[in-house]
């Protein structure tokens, strides 16, 4: 895993004369706007230098993430192009959708507008299948990442990813500090 802002090409030589032959970078938005506000301290363009340089070195797979409360479809729009670009060089591309994180700044600034994705509990099954719904549904705050921010243009969104063949890998969280926790979902 490696942070964007602190690769530069010394530390890509060194790698790679180590023996390292992959990186993984949270880029996370393509949009210097939601970057901004994640607190990613780089612009979409850093990143894309850094991506670039990289992939003369390494298998490069970058993470981005959809869903920000704040999200525009212009926003998502660049993080599409961004994702095509890692594509282009070679690299992969992986798309998450945002998932709350109890307590995070971004969770205490967005909880009361937390839903519940339609269709959410498809996969829960067994006899305490509706005692672990009503848990889920009794306490939000605890089981949080059962939860979606509501985002502008989810639809037309969702279709974007789907009409550029791109498969969704999970749910991220990410914190406001932009320090980044990921789950598998």
Request: net charge negative; hydrophobic share 40%; charged share 20%.
């Amino acid at each position: 895993c490696g942070r964007v802002d602190l690769m530069d090409e010394p530390l890509m030589r060194v790698m790679a004369s180590s023996g390292c032959s992959m990186v993984f970078y949270g880029m996370e938005s393509g949009s210097d706007r939601v970057l901004t506000k994640i607190r990613k301290r780089f612009t979409a363009k850093q990143a894309r230098d850094v991506i670039a340089r990289s992939s003369r070195y390494f298998d490069v797979y970058v993470s981005f993430i959809w869903g920000f409360p704040f999200e525009t479809l212009a926003d998502f729009q660049e993080t599409m192009d961004s994702t095509e670009f890692v594509s282009e060089l070679g690299g992969t591309p992986w798309l998450f959708s945002l998932a709350p994180l109890p307590m995070s700044s971004l969770y205490l600034q967005y909880r009361d507008a937390l839903v519940l994705p339609d269709g959410w509990f498809v996969n829960m099954a067994g006899p305490q299948r509706d005692e672990m719904v009503q848990t889920v549904l009794q306490y939000p705050g605890v089981f949080s990442g059962f939860y979606r921010y509501p985002t502008t243009g989810f639809e037309e969104k969702y279709k974007m990813i789907q009409q550029r063949g791109l498969m969704e890998h999970g749910a991220q969280t990410v914190f406001l500090d932009g320090l980044l926790v990921s789950r598998w979902t």
